[in-house]
């Protein structure tokens, strides 16, 4: 019998269109990639070629890889004396107001688009114009607007519009687009077909010269040189040990991996599998965890892997922590592919003729609390994405990872835990409800008992909310042993195995 194949995704074009990619040959590598084209154009408000993240690989001998394509701190060869255009816009989300800097000043060297065809080249066996044609016929014709993504859309909408590129795009007809409208982006899809012959130096070389210039007169920061000289790094996964599992993770200068890493090692030490899940003693014991998990931000373990004490600040001190999607896919021949990647916010600007926004990571007050525009040029930004893989005695089990900023760590550890702690398929351990610490606040997701919350109001701020939400996390996973797939609904997931 022919074993399946299983995709996890943000969207249900996201879903189909690496299904399809499978269907016509390829592997988990060419539907990953090629998903995270249609991710750019289905998934606008969380994704975009413009932006940078990174993707898990296991092939299906059991090699790991972690490939990062994530963004880079601008400016190489600048001679630019200037003020960066680079200003608050003010976003209105439920219950509360945030501003995010946005602007020419705000965009960071993207990564995507090198990272993606690296990927593809390396790894995969299609030809790239049939991993692209997805994406490209998505573009063209168009797609409706799920509630999602029409909800993201209308938060984001002053940075969806700053410049006329992105009214023509968002406002094709003078209105703002809502849900049901048909979103299209004819300039990618253009952009995407020409890409498919000339390869990464359409963007990195050609386009940089465009780019340089719009910056040169609109007061940004990013330069040809800064593009040109943009590499994909590969790296040696982390890996840590979690009651017999392995536990496969993005390694440092990112964060996010390497706190999932140590958080599990801390509550090893907790015998949960001998409390009820859900129950006063399980949310007692995740509730003291995770208050004590928040101290590991600023401490390292004595490992060769991470960097010491003094690194480990400067590294949280570039943690991006915003906007972000996952897909995680599972090819017929076991071949596995995590993939997680993030636009910000955007940064207004769309590079003429392509239909790309870049990202705003140059824009975020908690990358740079040190103010902003102090790094130096071509650094490596670090993330709290965290893209992973769980294995046990060398068998692949499970596949997994998430959007949602700082809440990336809580929702992958939660979620790992259910499975491997309390025997949960991982449709239940994808739904169950959340708590994340942060700020002092306990927040806890609908699902757990008043009698079990109050026995915590004593010790701790809590916040319970009313309904399920994105702030939660987006986990879209895989479970390769029993050949499931569970895509968050919090972020209007979708997923399929055949």
Not at 115 to 130: A, D, S, T
Not at 461 to 484: C, K, L, P, S
């Amino acid at each position: 019998m022919k074993k399946k194949a299983c995709v996890a995704s943000g969207h249900r074009e996201v879903t189909r269109a690496a299904l399809t990619i499978l269907e016509q040959g390829g592997n988990a590598f060419d539907a990953a990639i090629g998903a995270g084209f249609v991710s750019s154009v289905a998934e606008p408000a969380l994704t975009s070629l413009g932006g940078g993240g990174f993707l898990l690989a296991r092939t299906s001998e059991g090699k790991t890889t972690l490939f990062d394509f994530f963004v880079n701190t601008p400016g190489l060869g600048g001679q630019r004396d200037l003020s960066p255009h680079f200003f608050p816009v003010t976003v209105e989300f439920p219950g509360c107001t945030q501003d995010f800097n946005v602007g020419m000043g705000s965009c960071a060297v993207p990564g995507n688009i090198k990272g993606f065809l690296h990927v593809q080249k390396h790894l995969g066996r299609l030809p790239l114009p049939e991993v692209l044609k997805p994406a490209i016929d998505l573009a063209r014709k168009g797609i409706p607007l799920n509630g999602k993504q029409a909800y993201f859309l209308s938060l984001l909408r002053p940075i969806m519009t700053l410049f006329k590129e992105g009214e023509e795009i968002f406002s094709p007809n003078g209105s703002y687009l809502r849900e049901g409208d048909i979103f299209k982006n004819p300039d990618l899809a253009d952009f995407l077909e020409v890409l498919a012959q000339e390869g990464e130096a359409l963007f990195y070389s050609e386009i940089a010269a465009k780019i340089d210039q719009d910056m040169a007169e609109g007061q940004g920061l990013l330069t040809k040189e800064d593009l040109e000289k943009y590499q994909v790094i590969e790296r040696t996964p982390l890996t840590t040990r979690y009651r017999g599992y392995d536990f496969i993770t993005n390694p440092p200068p990112s964060f996010g991996g390497w706190l999932i890493a140590q958080g599990l090692n801390c509550i090893e030490a907790v015998p949960l599998g001998d409390i009820q899940f859900g129950g006063r003693q399980h949310l007692e014991a995740m509730a003291h965890f995770l208050r004590e998990w928040e101290g590991l931000r600023v401490n390292c373990p004595e490992a060769p892997e991470c960097p010491q004490v003094e690194e480990t600040r400067k590294y949280l001190r570039r943690l991006f922590s915003r906007g972000t999607t996952h897909l995680s896919i599972l090819d017929h021949e076991g071949n596995a592919a995590s993939m997680t990647t993030s636009n910000g916010e955007g940064s207004g600007y769309i590079v003429p003729g392509t239909g790309i926004m870049l990202n705003n990571m140059m824009g975020e007050d908690d990358l740079h609390p040190e103010g902003f525009h102090a790094s130096p040029p071509g650094i490596r930004v670090s993330s709290m994405m965290a893209p992973s893989l769980i294995t046990r005695d060398g068998n692949l089990c499970y596949v997994l990872g998430s959007g949602g900023s700082k809440r990336i760590r809580s929702a992958i550890l939660e979620v790992t835990s259910y499975c491997i702690d309390f025997g949960l398929s991982i449709r239940e351990a994808v739904d169950a409800p959340r708590i994340h610490y942060e700020n002092s606040v306990l927040q806890i997701e609908p699902g757990f008992s008043k009698e079990v919350i109050s026995g915590l109001e004593d010790e701790f701020e809590v916040n319970v909310w009313d309904t399920i939400d994105v702030y939660f996390g987006g986990v879209h996973a895989i479970d390769a042993q029993r050949m499931e797939a569970k895509a968050d609904q919090r972020r209007g997931g979708h997923e399929e195995c055949r």
